[in-house]
């Protein structure tokens, strides 16, 4: 299931994301905060997923009446925008060193938080919650390749480049560690159960690189991936590919 961001009422998103209309304007003393609905959704969505997610199982988790969510959410699609944004709130700007080491940063902090929350990776963000964090995380990650004789352009560029690798570097591992819930075998145990028939049916001499290269990578990982490893020459890869760039200014 994939939900987009900013599929929702702009208005209304907004003043949820800024606290605008944090709570109602009459009536008795309110029973919850905006806040605290917000966190028993990402509890949900740390739990069950996206898929799990409702504002009836919100307000079963805390206890009130749908009507009482809504209230203050006017619905799931602005909900998970606060949700994205909320989430970007636990990440930290890179503390200072090198362009490399502060790009380094994000992107270690971006594949982390994927893991903690992988409802995420069910989130497209073409339109991005314009909230406090996720303007404060784009803030920062600008800053870790300012003053590098990049245009405007290239420094937007650049940290699309290295968030967008951590991000499906990211969802590679979470698909990877979700295939082995869901099957209760490892990878290990998948190829051993798998290889007395494939070895009747995949020829060597008919495949000799795939038969030479999977053998040497099963070797090497247990497995025909292994995320951890991509992701980090991957990240190499791609910073010594930006590397380049600025050099060439």
């Given at each position: ?28 003393k309110p029973r919850l905060t905006a806040e605290e609905i917000v966190r028993a959704a990402v ?14 199982r919100i307000a079963e988790e805390l206890g009130v009446s749908p009507m009482s969510i809504y ?17 970007f709130g636990e990440l930290e700007p890179p503390a200072g060193g090198s362009w490399r080491a ?148």
């Amino acid at each position: 299931m994939t939900e987009y961001s900013g599929a929702g009422d702009p208005k209304r998103t907004l003043e949820l994301l800024w606290g605008v209309r944090e709570r109602p304007r009459r009536g008795p003393k309110p029973r919850l905060t905006a806040e605290e609905i917000v966190r028993a959704a990402v509890r949900l969505a740390d739990a069950e997923g996206l898929d799990g997610l409702s504002i009836r199982r919100i307000a079963e988790e805390l206890g009130v009446s749908p009507m009482s969510i809504y209230t203050y959410v006017p619905g799931k699609a602005e909900l998970i925008d606060v949700m994205v944004d909320r989430a970007f709130g636990e990440l930290e700007p890179p503390a200072g060193g090198s362009w490399r080491a502060r790009l380094e940063h994000i992107a270690r902090g971006d594949w982390a938080l994927f893991h903690r929350h992988p409802w995420l990776l069910q989130i497209t963000t073409v339109r991005p919650p314009l909230g406090p964090n996720t303007c404060a995380k784009f803030e920062y990650e600008l800053r870790a390749v300012d003053g590098l004789g990049l245009s405007d352009v290239e420094m937007d560029s650049v940290v699309a480049l290295v968030t967008g690798f951590a991000e499906s570097s990211a969802r590679v591992s979470v698909n990877a560690a979700e295939a082995e819930r869901r099957s209760g075998m490892t990878d290990e145990q998948w190829w051993e159960a798998s290889a007395p028939l494939l070895e009747t049916l995949v020829n060597e001499d008919d495949y000799p690189l795939g038969t030479r290269v999977g053998a040497a990578v099963g070797s090497e990982y247990g497995s025909a991936v292994a995320p951890g490893r991509a992701f980090e020459f991957g990240l190499a890869r791609v910073l010594d590919g930006i590397e380049v760039l600025i050099s060439s200014r």
